[in-house]
C-alpha cells in the first residue's frame, strides 16, 4: 500500500445497493482507505433518505472520514479517484412499466431483456453518459466502475460513444453464482478459479477448479445444477432472495439440459424458455412489485430508523454481493493486484470466433487482458444475434431521424422454438434508428478449426436498408417481424427461430398484431 487514501462518489446515491457499498469500504479501510465519500443523486428526496442515514453511520464508524451527499455534479465529482455507479433512469415506476407491458401481450417481462430491456437500455444510456461526462469534465484522472443495467447495452454504449472514458462495466451475477458454487462443493469464494464466457446476462462458466489444489469441481456442480440447480438451502437462509429468484435459481437444471459441458447463467431462461417464465409471471405484480415491497422497503425503513434514533448501532444495513465486487475492484485497480474478475470489456481475441470489439463479459487480470476462451459455434450464433441488437441500440441513440431498415435471419441452428419475444414498450426518451447502417460483415465467415480455416454460413444477414419503408422500422428475424411507426411504439410478434426460405410479408401477421395508433 502506498500509503493513499481514496476520494469516492457513488452515483446513484438514492439507491438501495449504497449503504452496503459504504458499509463495505469500511470493513476495508486497512486495504482501501478512504480520504472522502460522496452520493451524488438527481432524486434529492429519495437521496436524502440514505443520505441522513449514512451520515450518521459514518459519524459513528469513521468520522475521520469526509462524507456527503449532493445533487450538484460538480461538487460530487470535483476531486474524485472511484465513481461507483449504479443508476435506474426512469426508477420504479419505469420498470414496472418495462415488465408489464409486454406481459399483456404474452411476452417476457424483464429488465434487462426483451421489450423492457430495450426500452430500459435506451434511457440507461443517456443516463450514463451524462454522468461520465461529469467524471471526465470535473475528475478526468477517475475510474468509473458501473453496475447501471442492462450492462450489455450500457457497455456497448460507453464503447461507442465515450470510447476513451475510463469506465469497467461489471455485473454481479456471476459473482452471486459462484458464491452458490462454492456453497455446493463446501468451499469458500475465494476457494474457486471460474473460467466463464458471454454477453452480459447471457454466458457459461466451462471450468471451476481449486485455486490451490486444482481440483476440479464441474463433476461435482454439474451433477448437483442438474437436480437442484444452483438453488442451496445455505443461499436461502444467508442472502436476500425473494420466492422469484429461488424459482430462477431451480430454473437452471433445465437450462443446464440444453447443453450439459458448460454451467449456464440463470439469465439464459428468459431466451431459452420464455413460454414457461410468462406462464410462471403474474402480469399484475412483477419483479419491480417484489423489489418495492422488499428490498425497497426493507433498507429504506431501515434509513429511517436510524435517522430516527439518531445512531446506527442497530446493524441495520448489511453487505452483499453487490457491495463487495464492486469495493474489490476498486482495490484491484487502486493496488494493481493482478486480481482475476469477470468485467464487461471489449473482446480482443478473449473468445477468438466472435467481434474483436463486441463488450463480452469474460475472467480479466485486473491491470492486463482478459483470458482466452474459445466459444462453440451454436454460442457464435447467439452472440452475434444479440450484439447486433445492442450495437443498433448504442450507435443511434441520439439520432432524430427515423431508420427503415431489416434485419434478415437465415439460418439459426439448435435454437429453442420461442425466443426473443418482443411487445409494444413506450420509450420515454426521444430516440429513433437511423438510416446510415452497413452491414457488419460479409455473407461468408470463416473460422480456425484444428489448424485448418473453414468456411461456414453466416448467420444471419444484419442489416438491409428498406426505402420502401421509409416511416417503419421493421425486423424480420425468421418468423418475427417487428414495426415500430414514427419512433413511438415497438412491436415484435412472437418468434419462431427456424429456417425460413424467404421474407414474411408485413400483411402475413397482420391478423397476430393489435391496431397501432399514436
Known amino acids: 500500500m502506498n500509503g493513499k487514501k481514496f476520494n469516492v462518489v457513488i452515483a446513484g446515491g438514492g439507491s438501495t445497493y449504497t449503504p452496503g457499498i459504504v458499509k463495505m469500504m469500511l470493513e476495508h479501510q486497512e486495504d482501501f482507505p478512504l480520504n472522502s465519500v460522496t452520493l451524488y443523486d438527481n432524486d434529492a428526496e429519495r437521496q436524502a433518505v440514505i443520505g441522513e442515514a449514512l451520515e450518521i453511520l459514518m459519524k459513528e464508524e469513521a468520522p475521520q472520514i469526509h462524507f456527503a451527499y449532493t445533487t450538484d455534479p460538480e461538487t460530487a465529482f470535483t476531486g474524485k479517484d472511484f465513481c461507483m455507479a449504479h443508476i435506474r433512469v426512469g426508477k420504479y415506476a419505469m420498470r414496472r412499466l418495462d415488465e408489464r407491458i409486454p406481459m399483456k401481450y404474452g411476452v417476457v417481462g424483464q429488465e434487462t431483456c426483451g421489450p423492457g430491456g430495450i426500452a430500459y437500455g435506451m434511457r440507461s444510456i443517456t443516463g450514463m453518459l451524462e454522468i461520465i461526462d461529469y467524471m471526465e469534465k470535473y475528475s478526468p484522472d477517475c475510474w468509473m466502475l458501473n453496475y447501471s443495467n442492462p450492462a450489455s447495452i450500457v457497455a456497448e454504449a460507453c464503447r461507442v460513444l465515450r470510447p476513451k472514458a475510463k469506465v469497467i462495466n461489471i455485473c454481479d451475477m456471476p459473482v452471486g453464482t459462484r458464491r452458490r458454487m462454492a456453497y455446493i462443493v463446501g468451499k469458500e469464494y475465494d476457494d474457486l478459479d471460474?473460467?466463464?464466457?458471454?454477453?452480459?446476462?447471457?454466458?457459461?462458466?466451462?471450468?471451476?477448479?481449486?485455486?490451490?489444489?486444482?481440483?476440479?469441481?464441474?463433476?461435482?456442480?454439474?451433477?448437483?445444477?442438474?437436480?437442484?440447480?444452483?438453488?442451496?438451502?445455505?443461499?436461502?437462509?444467508?442472502?436476500?432472495?425473494?420466492?422469484?429468484?429461488?424459482?430462477?435459481?431451480?430454473?437452471?437444471?433445465?437450462?443446464?439440459?440444453?447443453?450439459?459441458?458448460?454451467?449456464?447463467?440463470?439469465?439464459?431462461?428468459?431466451?431459452?424458455?420464455?413460454?414457461?417464465?410468462?406462464?410462471?409471471?403474474?402480469?399484475?405484480?412483477?419483479?419491480?412489485?417484489?423489489?418495492?415491497?422488499?428490498?425497497?422497503?426493507?433498507?429504506?425503513?431501515?434509513?429511517?430508523?436510524?435517522?430516527?434514533?439518531?445512531?446506527?448501532?442497530?446493524?441495520?444495513?448489511?453487505?452483499?454481493?453487490?457491495?463487495?465486487?464492486?469495493?474489490?475492484?476498486?482495490?484491484?485497480?487502486?493496488?494493481?493486484?493482478?486480481?482475476?474478475?469477470?468485467?464487461?470489456?471489449?473482446?480482443?481475441?478473449?473468445?477468438?470466433?466472435?467481434?474483436?470489439?463486441?463488450?463480452?463479459?469474460?475472467?480479466?487480470?485486473?491491470?492486463?487482458?482478459?483470458?482466452?476462451?474459445?466459444?462453440?459455434?451454436?454460442?457464435?450464433?447467439?452472440?452475434?444475434?444479440?450484439?447486433?441488437?445492442?450495437?443498433?441500440?448504442?450507435?443511434?441513440?441520439?439520432?432524430?431521424?427515423?431508420?427503415?431498415?431489416?434485419?434478415?435471419?437465415?439460418?439459426?441452428?439448435?435454437?429453442?422454438?420461442?425466443?426473443?419475444?418482443?411487445?409494444?414498450?413506450?420509450?420515454?426518451?426521444?430516440?429513433?434508428?437511423?438510416?446510415?447502417?452497413?452491414?457488419?460483415?460479409?455473407?461468408e465467415q470463416y473460422r480456425n478449426q484444428e489448424g485448418k480455416a473453414t468456411k461456414k454460413q453466416n448467420c444471419y444477414q444484419k442489416v438491409i436498408i428498406c426505402p420502401s419503408e421509409p416511416c417503419r422500422l421493421i425486423f424480420v428475424y425468421c418468423g418475427a417481424i417487428l414495426a415500430l411507426p414514427e419512433g413511438t411504439l415497438l412491436w415484435l410478434q412472437r418468434c419462431n427461430f427456424w429456417t425460413v426460405e424467404s421474407l414474411f410479408s408485413l400483411t402475413a401477421v397482420t391478423q397476430n398484431m393489435l391496431a397501432l395508433h399514436h
Open 194 to 443: 471460474v473460467r466463464y464466457f458471454g454477453l452480459n446476462h447471457f454466458g457459461w462458466w466451462t471450468s471451476v477448479k481449486d485455486k490451490t489444489t486444482g481440483e476440479d469441481y464441474m463433476p461435482k456442480l454439474i451433477k448437483y445444477v442438474a437436480e437442484n440447480g444452483y438453488l442451496t438451502q445455505k443461499a436461502i437462509e444467508t442472502q436476500h432472495m425473494d420466492a422469484s429468484w429461488q424459482a430462477t435459481h431451480r430454473k437452471a437444471k433445465d437450462l443446464l439440459a440444453l447443453d450439459p459441458q458448460f454451467l449456464p447463467n440463470t439469465y439464459l431462461k428468459y431466451y431459452m424458455y420464455p413460454d414457461y417464465v410468462v406462464e410462471h409471471t403474474d402480469p399484475n405484480h412483477t419483479r419491480a412489485d417484489e423489489v418495492i415491497e422488499g428490498r425497497e422497503k426493507e433498507v429504506f425503513g431501515a434509513a429511517r430508523e436510524i435517522i430516527r434514533k439518531g445512531t446506527a448501532t442497530g446493524g441495520e444495513f448489511t453487505v452483499d454481493n453487490h457491495a463487495a465486487f464492486i469495493v474489490s475492484l476498486a482495490r484491484a485497480l487502486a493496488y494493481n493486484t493482478h486480481e482475476i474478475m469477470l468485467c464487461i470489456v471489449e473482446n480482443k481475441g478473449a473468445i477468438s470466433n466472435f467481434d474483436d470489439d463486441a463488450m463480452v463479459e469474460v475472467p480479466c487480470v485486473v491491470g492486463f487482458g482478459p483470458s482466452v476462451v474459445d466459444a462453440d459455434v451454436f454460442l457464435d450464433c447467439l452472440f452475434q444475434l444479440f450484439l447486433d441488437f445492442r450495437l443498433c441500440l448504442a450507435e443511434n441513440v441520439f439520432d432524430d431521424g427515423l431508420a427503415s431498415f431489416r434485419i434478415v435471419t437465415d439460418r439459426v441452428p439448435a435454437f429453442p422454438s420461442s425466443v426473443l419475444s418482443l411487445s409494444d414498450v413506450p420509450f420515454p426518451v426521444c430516440s429513433s434508428f437511423r438510416h446510415k447502417i452497413s452491414l457488419l460483415f460479409d455473407n
